[in-house]
C-alpha cells in the first residue's frame, strides 16, 4: 500500500519552532524526490520545500533561511525543521512526491497554527 503521513504539527508561538515528519512507503521513498506543501482555507496549495533522492533541498523564497527539509534513508521518513516560525506559516502541511504531487498520494496533512 502506497501511502505518506504526516504528523509533527501543532500550535506555537511565532518565534518558536516545530519539526514535522513524513513517513514515506518504500517503493516511493526510494524512487521519487519528497515534497512539502501546505494549504490556507480559501487559497492553493503551495510547495514548500523537497528533496531529492541525492539529497539536494530547494525552498519557496518565504520559508528559506528558516525551514531545513531532510530525509532520513533508514526510516523512509523527511522531515521539515522550522524555525522562526511567523503567523503567515499558519496552514495544513502535507507531503508528496516533487516536483510534481502525485493526487492519489495526498494525505490529512498536520496543521500548524502559529499564534500568540
Known amino acids: 500500500q502506497v501511502e505518506l503521513v504526516e504528523s509533527g504539527g501543532g500550535l506555537v508561538q511565532p518565534g518558536g519552532s516545530l519539526r514535522l515528519s513524513c513517513v514515506v512507503s518504500e517503493s516511493i521513498f526510494s524512487r521519487n524526490a519528497i515534497g512539502w506543501y501546505r494549504q490556507n482555507p480559501g487559497k492553493q496549495r503551495g510547495a514548500v520545500a523537497a528533496?531529492?533522492?541525492?539529497?539536494?533541498?530547494n525552498y519557496a523564497n518565504s520559508v528559506k533561511g528558516r525551514f531545513t527539509i531532510s530525509r532520513d534513508n533508514a526510516k523512509n521518513t523527511v522531515y521539515l525543521q522550522m524555525n522562526n516560525l511567523k503567523p503567515e506559516d499558519t496552514a495544513v502541511y502535507y507531503c508528496?512526491?516533487?516536483?510534481?504531487?502525485?493526487?492519489?498520494?495526498w494525505g490529512q496533512g498536520t496543521q500548524v497554527t502559529v499564534s500568540s
Open positions: 508528496n512526491t516533487a516536483p510534481v504531487p502525485t493526487p492519489p498520494f
Open positions: 528533496v531529492t533522492t541525492g539529497g539536494t533541498t
